[in-house]
């Protein structure tokens, strides 16, 4: 045999780092649920080094590239976000088959992400996990709650609780029900407040509100409506930081009851019509698998069960 006839004798051989393994689909699915590739190789219990050749091998063998890779880390190209149903359609086949093997009993499996804003995520929802994690055991989740980020037509999350209406994408919109906001600052504050102050409700005050960036949020725009142009004494990117400058008694904010409450913060007005509702967004290609109806109906549950203090109904 000629040198050439060899070469040509080769074609359509695969080698190692051409032949399709479908075990690669859960690194796959790894990296793209976790965004870098230490946080995969943590949850497959492999080495960093085994994870990006196994990442290599399966881009060989469908010779497409499923990530970009950047400072942040992987983010998933049109095809590899095309590719997940798929590769989740293999990993749901997975647990299945393993299930038949050991007799099991059936359950659901899997991975959900779940994006929702940090006040629900820290407030409402991880105090309930416990439990979640007792009736689906083989069920793991993860919160996002970088929310303006989280596309869900492009698959950033599974599922959505959140209280801006999504108006674009391929998703499936409900509403839960409503959330409460109300004016409140702590009573150390109010005992401290000059009397001209007290006579001239607000008009002194301090108060706490959001960033430039976050100026669509209704409280944010009842703060600029009622201070008219006046600075506010702290602007913050997150409820948490509010909740905290509202405790260490540095000014007033437009709070969830059902957070300020708690905390032992004082209602000055319950009624300034910041409420909102909740919507419950699913990706409609995920609207009937298992897992994902796992979270929606714990999270529907979860806001039926807090309506009234939700709404600040005490």
């Given at each position: 045999?000629?040198k050439?006839?060899?070469q040509?004798?080769?074609?359509?051989k695969?080698n190692?780092?051409?032949?399709?393994?479908w075990?690669?689909a859960?690194?796959?699915?790894?990296i793209a649920?976790?965004?870098?590739?230490?946080g995969a190789?943590?949850s497959l219990n492999?080495?960093i080094?085994?994870t990006s050749?196994r990442?290599e091998r399966?881009?060989?063998?469908?010779?497409?590239?499923?990530f970009?890779r950047?400072?942040?880390g992987f983010k998933?190209?049109?095809?590899g976000?095309?590719?997940i149903p798929h590769?989740?359609a293999?990993?749901?086949?997975?647990?299945?088959?393993s299930s038949?093997?050991?007799?099991?009993?059936?359950?659901?499996m899997?991975h959900?992400?779940?994006?929702t804003?940090?006040?629900l995520?820290?407030?409402l929802i991880?105090?309930e996990?416990?439990?979640?994690?007792?009736?689906?055991?083989n069920?793991?989740?993860?919160?996002?709650?970088s929310?303006p980020?989280?596309?869900l037509?492009?698959?950033d999350?599974?599922?959505?609780l959140r209280m801006?209406?999504p108006e674009?994408g391929?998703?499936s919109?409900r509403r839960?029900?409503?959330?409460?906001?109300g004016?409140?600052a702590?009573k150390?504050?109010l005992?401290?407040?000059?009397?001209?102050?007290r006579?001239?409700?607000?008009?002194?005050?301090d108060?706490?509100g959001w960033?430039?960036?976050?100026?669509?949020?209704?409280?944010a725009?009842w703060i600029e409506?009622?201070?008219?142009g006046?600075p506010c004494r702290l602007t913050?990117?997150?409820l948490?930081?509010q909740v905290?400058?509202?405790r260490?008694n540095l000014?007033?904010?437009?709070?969830?009851?059902f957070?300020a409450q708690?905390?032992?913060l004082v209602?000055l007005?319950?009624?300034?019509?910041?409420?909102?509702p909740?919507?419950?967004?699913?990706?409609?290609?995920?609207?009937?698998?298992?897992r994902v109806?796992?979270?929606?109906?714990?999270l529907t549950a979860l806001?039926?069960?807090?309506?009234?203090?939700?709404?600040g109904?005490f």
């Open positions: 045999m000629t050439k006839d060899n040509f004798s080769s074609i359509g695969p190692d780092s051409s032949r399709l393994n075990d690669d859960k690194v796959f699915l790894a649920r976790d965004g870098t590739l230490s190789s943590k492999l080495g080094a085994t050749r990442l399966i881009e060989n063998a469908l010779r497409i590239r499923l970009t950047d400072q942040q998933l190209t049109d095809e976000t095309a590719l590769a989740e293999l990993e749901q086949a997975g647990y299945a088959f038949a093997v050991g007799n099991q009993q059936e359950s659901v899997g959900v992400r779940l994006a804003a940090q006040g995520a820290d407030h991880i105090p996990l416990p439990l979640l994690a007792e009736s689906h055991p069920l793991t989740l993860e919160v996002v709650t929310v980020t989280v596309n037509h492009r698959r999350a599974d599922l959505a801006v209406r674009r391929n998703v919109i839960l029900g409503y959330l409460g906001f004016l409140y702590s150390t504050y005992d401290r407040r000059p009397r001209e102050n006579r001239n409700f607000l008009e002194h005050d108060f706490i960033s430039e960036a976050l100026q669509h949020l209704p409280a725009q409506r009622t201070l008219r006046k913050t990117t997150n948490s930081a905290s400058a509202v260490s000014g007033i904010a437009v709070l969830p009851h957070i708690p905390q032992g209602c007005d319950a009624d300034i019509g910041c409420d909102q909740i919507w419950l967004a699913i990706h409609s290609d995920l609207a009937h698998s298992r109806r796992a979270i929606a109906d714990f806001v039926e069960k807090h309506r009234v203090v939700l709404q109904q």
